[in-house]
């Protein structure tokens, strides 16, 4: 069953950027769609995964030590608000996507 995950960080642009860069550097299969965006306080991403085990299982093993890294470059930052969701509904028709 598919899961999705809403991540509010209130960091600016630039550290969306880092972290972006870095997590970038791990593929995530399982990942079917992230979207990110600016808000007012800074930033949100919405991604959906093939199922929570999946996302559980790449976040366990490539979250912490990309913050880590971004954290030895001199970024602090809040905790994020984490809203998990199940989605009703997937279309990515560039991607052939229709759950």
């Known amino acids: 069953m598919a899961y999705g ?3 509010d960080m209130a960091a600016p ?3 969306y950027d880092a972290a972006h860069a870095e997590f970038s550097k791990h593929p995530a299969e399982a990942m079917i769609l ?3 965006r600016p ?7 919405v991604e959906v ?3 929570k085990e999946d996302y559980d299982r790449w976040t366990g093993k ?7 890294a971004l954290a ?3 970024w602090t930052l809040a ?3 984490i809203t998990e969701f199940t989605p009703l509904g997937i279309v990515v028709p560039g991607a052939e996507i229709y759950v």
């Open 5 to 7: 995950v809403l991540i």
């Open 13 to 15: 642009k630039e550290f």
């Open 34 to 36: 992230h979207v990110a």
């Open 39 to 45: 808000t007012e306080n800074g930033h949100q991403v």
């Open 49 to 51: 995964w093939q199922s």
């Open 62 to 68: 490539h979250v912490g030590p990309v913050m880590g």
């Open 72 to 74: 030895a470059a001199g």
């Open 79 to 81: 905790e994020p608000v």
